[in-house]
Each structure stands twice: as structure tokens, then as C-alpha cells.
């Protein structure tokens, strides 16, 4: 079935550094892509997304590019804020397209 | 703005106790979700309802029941929760053919 593999954490960075978190994919054909991103005590909430192949989506600074070559959606950041801090999650919708399928998350710690 | 909100931020209750966790969405939402997140697991979701009435089971449906009696409201009941429930449980909608969800706060459930 469809499933989507992320990156363990947690990723501790100081303020400014770049941010890489990858995420892989398995799927039928080529589905939408989305990152979702949870700040503490918060539900998730959509980050950015790609719908097509090649397609770069990007919200905040944050960038992601759908590879279909490497099966690959990974999010980065140029110059990461201590705001920044929070668990970021893969997903793509399931061949139904009505349910999302999610990685495990990533925790993303950001010191001043 | 798209509004979910659900009935508690925190909930403690005691083994064998019947829980209801509601949710409530204002955007007219054809979909809603259930889902219970967990260290190391990330999201899997309990069940899902695409029209009042309606439901269908996701991928860890065992122990909990739901009820969709009105479109903007789709509730969560566990009908004797047990300590393995102990978790954060996070409510989703979106619209029908959509592929975007919009998340509530979650409620973070203890189960003793």
C-alpha cells in the first residue's frame, strides 16, 4: 500500500542553519505530496504541497520539490527561527484520495 | 478561516469509563476524520465519515465507535477505554474530492 518514510528525530539546529528533512515515498502513480507541520500544543496544519511532478511547493521559507525520479519530497529551509521549532509530517493521500497517509514526523528543535 | 474544534484539550478518565471526544467544523465539510497520534507512530487514522451517517473504518478502528448525526459535527466514543487508549486524539475535515485536511487542537486523553 501507499506509505510515506521520514527522517527520525529529533533535528536540533542553532538559529540560521539550514534544514534538510527527508522524506520517501511509495505510492501508485503520482500523487499529491504535502507537508504538514505541528507547533507545540497545536493541531497540524498545512505547511506547503505539490501536485504534480517537479513541482516545488514553498510557504514560510520552507521549500519542497516532488521528485518522482527518487521517489523524494524532502523540506528545506535556508535560515531556520527558533519559531520554527515544532514536528513536521510527510503525507500523501491514499488511492482513495479521501484518507491521508502520514510518516511518523519529524521534531525539529531550534537553539538561539 | 477554516474552524475545527473539539470538545476538550485535556480529558482524564478511568479504565472501563465510556468517553466521548467531539469534534465540530464550520466549513460545511463533506469529510471528517479521527485520528490518535503517538510517540515513534505519528498519525493512524481511527476512523473516518464522508456524509452524515456515514462512516468508515480506518486502520485501528478496534475499541472505538463513531457518530455523525449532523454534518459539522462528527464525535468520537470509546465505549470502555482502557489504558492502551491513553493518547492525543486529533480531529480532521475536508471537503469532498479535496485533498487538503484542516486540523483541530487535539485532545490529549489519559486514560488511568
Given at each position: 500500500g501507499d506509505s510515506v518514510t521520514q527522517m527520525e528525530g529529533p533535528v536540533t539546529l542553532s538559529e540560521e542553519a539550514f534544514l534538510t528533512i527527508n522524506c520517501t515515498y511509495t505510492a501508485t502513480g503520482y500523487p499529491s505530496l504535502f507537508w504538514y507541520v505541528q507547533y507545540p500544543g497545536e493541531g497540524l496544519q498545512l505547511l506547503l504541497k505539490a501536485t504534480k511532478a517537479d513541482d516545488k511547493g514553498s510557504n514560510k521559507g520552507f521549500e519542497a520539490t516532488y521528485r518522482k525520479e527518487t521517489t523524494s519530497f524532502h523540506l528545506e529551509k535556508g535560515s531556520v527561527q527558533v519559531s520554527d521549532s515544532a514536528v513536521y509530517f510527510c503525507a500523501l493521500p491514499n488511492t482513495g484520495f479521501q484518507k491521508l497517509v502520514f510518516g511518523t514526523g519529524t521534531r525539529l528543535l531550534v537553539s538561539p | 478561516d477554516v474552524k475545527v474544534t473539539q470538545s476538550s484539550r485535556y480529558l482524564v478518565k478511568r479504565t472501563g469509563e465510556k468517553v466521548f471526544l467531539e469534534c465540530v467544523q464550520d466549513?460545511?465539510?463533506?469529510n471528517m476524520f479521527w485520528y490518535r497520534q503517538d510517540p515513534g507512530l505519528g498519525l493512524r487514522l481511527i476512523y473516518f465519515s464522508y456524509d452524515v451517517k456515514m462512516k468508515e473504518k480506518g486502520d485501528i478502528p478496534e475499541g472505538y465507535s463513531v457518530s455523525r448525526e449532523k454534518k459539522e459535527r462528527f464525535s468520537l466514543i470509546l465505549e470502555s477505554a482502557s489504558t492502551n487508549q491513553t493518547s492525543m486524539y486529533l480531529c480532521a475535515s475536508g471537503r469532498d474530492g479535496g485533498e487538503t485536511q484542516y486540523f483541530g487542537p487535539g485532545t490529549r486523553l489519559l486514560v488511568l
Open positions: - | 466549513m460545511d465539510h463533506e
